[in-house]
């Protein structure tokens, strides 16, 4: 049977790990290091992680290129949480004989709601509010109606859907596009297929639920951002490069658009000087559409259950090349 000697946890900012899963279950007494801040460069995880057989990264926090694999001479088991990594270049993990298992995936559901804790906070304007009270304000903000206003969901798919469904609830007007949209979906759900350009000019919320690929890098130009009213407001759940982020800072700054809610961001954790940090009429939030207690429950729960399983020579969740 492989044996289980030192184990590596990486990205574990509120210490999840050691809540959600009974390390002292691995076996031969191993114990996991955790990494509490991200590794950084490829040189800086082949550093870090060298002497460990087993690594458990967060999905899309930490890549594992080739070049990187190729240089972690210990290492035969990479799990990732959720059931595939982008960041991870599974045919050279097997071509080095490592095994590369998953976790169940994340529910979609806290995605969803997260998309709507950033509509109603830009559409009440939530946070100014807050700051107000406790400086001794009151009241000095007139919020938007959502019923009867209109909600644009780009991508339709199964938390695009879940989002359109509560729209619906609040009495507004869904409509939907994506380049590859099930117009017979959207019409069995109550929402309107449109074209994009239509679904930009004439919505008062825009809302991204699609994965970045080629595709849909760099979706949302300036051009298309000109489309939207200076009173519309756009929220990202998705990924940050679906979005062109300079085109969105100028709409900001030059009042094009009427504010953003954003829970991604190209680089994670902001930096010091990152531009977003002073952007107006927005609202920024870290990367939170998957953080619940649900979700690394069943992260970590599963990841231990990963190694277990390895451990006993009967790997589960393979991710396949």
Known sequence: ???????????????????????????????????????????????????????????????????????????????????????????????????????????????????????????????????????????????????GARLGVIGLGSVGTHVARVGLAFGMDVVAWSAHLDAEHARAVGVTPVDKRELLAMSDVVTIHLKLSARTTGLLGRDDLALMRPDSLLVNTSRAPIVDEEALLAALHAGTIGGAGLDVHSTEPLPADSPWRTAPRTVLTPHLGYVTAG????????????ILAYAAGEPIRVVAP
């Open 1 to 147: 049977m492989p044996e289980i000697r030192r184990v590596a946890i990486l990205d574990d900012y509120q210490g999840v790990a050691r809540r959600y899963a009974d390390w002292s279950t691995l076996p031969d007494g191993a114990r996991p290091t955790v990494f509490t801040e991200p590794l950084g460069g490829s040189e800086d995880v082949i550093a870090a992680l060298e002497p460990f057989d087993v690594v458990v990264a967060m999905r899309e926090r930490t890549a594992f290129p080739a070049a990187v694999i190729d240089r972690l001479p210990h290492l035969r088991l990479l799990v990732t949480t959720g059931p595939a990594n982008a960041a991870i270049d599974v045919a050279a993990a097997r071509r080095r004989g490592i095994v590369v298992s998953g976790t169940r995936g994340a529910g979609l559901i806290p995605t969803a709601e997260l998309t709507w804790g950033l509509i109603h906070a830009l559409a009440r304007s939530i946070p100014a509010e807050d700051r107000g009270v406790r400086e001794g304000a009151w009241q000095r903000t007139v919020g938007r109606d959502l019923h």
């Open 295 to 306: 979700t690394y429950d069943i992260f970590y729960s599963d990841a231990l259950e990963d």
